[in-house]
């Protein structure tokens, strides 16, 4: 069985804090929209959700064991694990796997737009963006344009760090993820 990673889960580092996993293949995943989205009463912040509607969203597949997919849920309070059909999927890199098994995404239809007291903190948006640059900056630049919700209140947080699974960012890298992020909501305020 599979686990679609689309935030903090694409970083190895951060995924590892879990539970084991297998490989993570990069994919995109069609019938997913990715927003910033604040959940109540469960964070402190407003982290990624996907609602299953007109959209794609790129990500990890990791495989797991049905132990490991107890600790996740654990770690997904919040959202509901929903299934995905492999004919939705498709791979970038052009690997190749056995489309054999469930692949599990975990989904949230009941958030509502980042504000002050639950932004968007840059702790966050770095380990995710750590996570899609150990993949490739096109990764990166894909997770940039398939996520809605840029424009809304965001905190930089580096100084004291609120985002408890931070995992694995390095400094050169993070002049990499502000420029993605500059131009997400220069892009956001566009449109």
């Known amino acids: 069985m599979y686990i679609f990673g689309y935030g903090s889960l694409i970083n190895t580092f951060s995924r590892q804090r879990t539970g084991n996993t297998g ?3 990069p994919v995109l995943v069609e019938g ?5 989205g ?15 509607e007109q959209g794609q969203c790129n990500g990890v597949l990791v495989e ?12 997904e309070h919040g ?12 791979f970038i890199d052009d690997q190749s796997l056995k489309r054999e098994g469930t692949v599990w995404v975990y989904t949230n239809n ?7 007291k639950k932004p968007i903190i840059q702790t966050y948006v770095d380990t995710v963006l750590a996570g899609c640059l150990m ?9 940039i344009s398939t996520t809605k919700g840029w424009q809304h209140a965001y905190e930089n947080d580096r100084h004291q760090p ?28 566009q449109s």
């Open 79 to 90: 959202y509901q694990r929903v299934e995905i059909a492999w004919q939705d999927i498709t």
């Open 32 to 36: 997913l929209q990715r927003y910033w």
């Open 64 to 75: 797991i064991d049905a132990v490991a997919l107890v600790e996740f849920d654990k770690r």
């Open 162 to 189: 609120k985002y408890g699974n931070l995992a694995h960012v390095f400094k050169q890298d993070r002049l990499i993820i502000d420029q993605l992020v500059k131009f997400a909501i220069i892009r956001s305020h």
């Open 23 to 25: 490989a993570a293949i």
């Open 38 to 52: 604040k959940i109540e009463g469960s964070y402190p912040i407003s982290p990624l959700v996907v609602v299953q």
């Open 110 to 116: 009941n958030f509502c737009t980042p504000c002050p």
């Open 135 to 143: 993949i490739s900056p096109q990764f990166a630049e894909l997770f």
